[in-house]
């Protein structure tokens, strides 16, 4: 059981590129979300999905795109990277019943020369 | 619109020392759930609890303990006889109804040995 699995863990891109932060979890959990976290500032929701198909913006989505075509993978698109995207992406999935708290993947840290 | 508070941004104490981390929420929704995370230095999130707004007991589960009071919308975190190994940032966070994680800007928490 692999939990939420985050890839890759570190990325250097130059301005203007584009890449994709994979996210994958395997608990069958409906919900999912990207998050990240600036010095100072905890974490703030960019996107999220409460199941495959349906996504919805979070604070600050600007310059982020997702999508959800299956329950297990929630990858998150910079469509072309600045400097101020420069942080640590998490993503977060959570299963509804429980409530159980979300569970989060390890983190991506990305810097944006 | 929901709001966290961790007004406490770093808090130094010595080993063996008790320790209080400060949460306070802005909410007019009658469900939610709550939640505090570690965030140790090697960066991962670790779920430490939930409560939801029905339940107000207070809950004791070895060191940790936390102070959920719907009257001034807090949700206090203690840490009993801290250890060097708390050493991390501390995050609060409240959870609406389309499951969507809202943080505190968190509180660093130093144990000096």
């Known amino acids: 059981n692999a939990g939420v699995t985050q890839t890759p863990k570190f990325q250097v891109l130059k301005t203007g590129q584009s890449m994709t932060l994979q996210c994958a979890q395997d608990?069958?959990?409906?919900?999912m979300s990207w998050y990240r976290q600036d010095p100072g500032m905890g974490l703030r929701l960019i996107h999220y999905?409460?199941?495959?198909?349906?996504?919805d913006q979070g604070e600050v989505p600007n310059g982020y795109n997702v999508s959800r075509s299956t329950t297990e993978d929630f990858p998150l698109r910079l469509l072309s990277a600045a400097p101020s995207q420069t942080s640590v992406y998490f993503c977060?999935?959570?299963?509804?019943?429980?409530?159980?708290?979300?569970?989060f993947g390890q983190g991506t840290r990305l810097t944006v020369v | 619109a929901q709001k966290v508070t961790q007004a406490q941004t770093e808090i130094s104490v010595v080993e063996k020392e008790d320790v209080t981390l400060d949460c306070v929420y802005e909410?007019?929704?009658?469900?939610?759930?709550l939640f505090w995370y570690k965030q140790p230095p090697s960066g991962e999130l670790v779920f430490l609890i939930r409560?939801?707004?029905?339940?107000?007991q207070n809950e004791i589960s070895g060191r940790y303990s936390w102070n959920f009071q719907k009257s001034t919308s807090s949700f206090n975190f203690t840490i009993t006889a801290s250890q060097v190994v708390d050493s991390a940032v501390y995050f609060c966070?409240?959870?609406?109804?389309?499951?969507?994680?809202?943080f505190g800007s968190g509180t660093r928490l130093l144990v000096r040995p």
């Open positions: 977060a999935s959570s299963y509804e019943a429980d409530r159980l708290g979300a569970f």
């Open positions: 608990m069958n959990h409906e919900y």
């Open positions: 999905s409460v199941g495959a198909g349906i996504t």
């Open positions: 909410t007019r929704d009658t469900t939610y759930y």
């Open positions: 409560r939801n707004s029905f339940d107000e």
């Open positions: 966070a409240f959870e609406d109804s389309s499951y969507k994680l809202i």
